[in-house]
């Protein structure tokens, strides 16, 4: 496995950590809890892919604390940067997106030398690597299907971080080698059309939608743990807007009816 490279600037005030606010872990508790029962407890790695229809909407971000709060869990996993167009997963890290993916899908390197230790146990991280000028053609090729199996030999649960399906088809091309995706959302800026367009896109290549989550959730300040004790709550050095929530109101068999309400 690789060596961790440091890196001056990280884009971490969103990443967990044990400083983070009690609402936040909370929430991501409660999405592993719920992702973890939303598959078959027979596989023997879990693999969950995170998408959202545009940008901005907190792929990154969410993929990241899902697998760092997983991970919590000691178990063993791997988060992946599939997004092989405008990768980020490093930056969450403080890590350097030398090599990666993109290189190990071109035959450049070993998948074992793209695996680097995130710096919290049990969490592994490959990053996107050198930009592709085909990314689609990667991602959708017999190499990045191989690659998936043979990690999936090292790690309990492999995580997957990918580009906006309304934008580009990177993220469907890969849906059908992982056993979930999940659609992030931002609070009070995914619109309702551009939801459902997303939703009818995976729809057609028949991924097995697990849930939504919904991102960058207000929450109230006045919350049931500020109240009781009075460290907890939103008044703290997050402020407003970060909250996370998460619906799962979304099935695959009323995915349009769901998605318009
Ligand atoms: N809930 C949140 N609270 C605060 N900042 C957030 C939140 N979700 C995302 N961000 C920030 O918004 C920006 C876009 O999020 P990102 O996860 O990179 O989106 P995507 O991967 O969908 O493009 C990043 O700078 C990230 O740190
Ligand atoms: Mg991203």
Redesign the pocket.
């Given at each position: 496995m690789a060596k961790k490279v440091k890196m001056n600037v990280a884009?971490n005030?969103?990443v967990i950590s044990e400083n983070s606010d009690f609402a936040l872990s909370e929430a991501f508790k409660a999405i592993r809890t719920n992702l973890t029962f939303a598959l078959p407890n027979n596989l023997k790695c879990k693999k969950l892919l995170f998408t959202?229809a545009y940008?901005?909407?907190?792929?990154?971000?969410?993929s990241t604390n899902t697998a760092i709060t997983i991970a919590q869990t000691e178990a063993k996993v791997l988060l992946i940067d599939a997004?092989l167009r405008?990768p980020?997963i490093h930056t969450k890290f403080g890590i350097e997106n030398r090599v990666g993916l993109s290189n190990v899908l071109s035959g450049m390197i070993n998948v074992d030398d793209a695996i680097i230790p995130s710096g919290r146990l049990n969490l592994w991280v490959m990053t996107a690597g050198v930009i592709p000028p085909n990314p689609a053609e990667l991602l959708s090729s017999e190499k990045m299907k191989e690659t998936i199996e043979a990690l999936e030999e090292r790690f309990d649960y492999i995580i997957v971080?990918t580009s906006?399906i309304n934008l580009v088809s990177d993220a469907l091309d890969i849906s059908s080698i992982v056993n979930g995706v999940v659609l992030?959302i931002?609070f009070k800026s995914s619109t309702h059309p551009a939801t459902k367009e997303a939703l009818s896109k995976l729809e057609f290549v028949n991924a097995n939608v697990l849930g939504i989550i919904m991102?960058?959730v207000t929450v109230a300040k006045d919350t049931y743990y500020k109240r009781k004790k009075g460290r907890y709550g939103y008044a703290g050095k997050?402020g407003y807007?970060?909250?996370?929530g998460y619906g799962y109101g979304y099935s695959q068999k009323n995915s349009s009816d769901d998605a318009s309400k």
């Open positions: 884009d005030k969103s959202s940008p901005g909407e907190g792929k990154t971000t969410v997004d405008k980020k971080d906006p992030v931002k991102n960058n997050y807007g970060y909250g996370y």
